[in-house]
Nanobody, 125 residues
């Protein structure tokens, strides 16, 4: 059974770094575009970053551009999100996802058909 499992979340101070990881199992995701989304309490799930199947192309939400870096290691079937300069408004549950019908990065959550359970990131001011 295909599964995505996030890790690396936690409580951090504003300005600090964090590295989120997503381990894929049950099938290979190396041919799929993958992405990170987040959902804050009382808000809709929003796009954060996405990466093409080769890792050569990336896409970021304007709110995280320049602070977040998405990467993948297809040999290890893992996806990562390096987060720097955290802000309190970055507090949310972060989800990784895979889009089996897409090779290029896409910001549309409806185009992703595999989702992890999420990891909580809380940024204190």
């Amino acid at each position: 059974q295909a599964q995505l499992v996030e890790s690396g979340g936690g409580l951090v101070q504003a300005g600090g770094p964090l590295r989120l990881s997503c381990a894929a199992s049950g099938r290979t995701f190396s041919n799929y575009a993958m992405g990170w989304f987040r959902q804050a309490p009382g808000k809709a799930r929003e796009f954060v970053a996405a990466i093409s199947w080769t890792g050569a192309s990336t896409l970021y939400a304007d709110s995280v551009k320049g602070r977040f870096t998405i990467s993948r290691d297809n040999a290890k079937n893992t996806l990562s999100l390096q987060v720097n300069g955290l802000k309190p408004e970055d507090t949310a549950v972060y989800y990784c996802a895979a889009a089996s019908s897409y090779m290029s990065p896409t910001p549309n959550p409806r185009e992703y058909d595999y989702w992890g359970q999420g990891t909580q990131v809380t940024v204190s001011s």
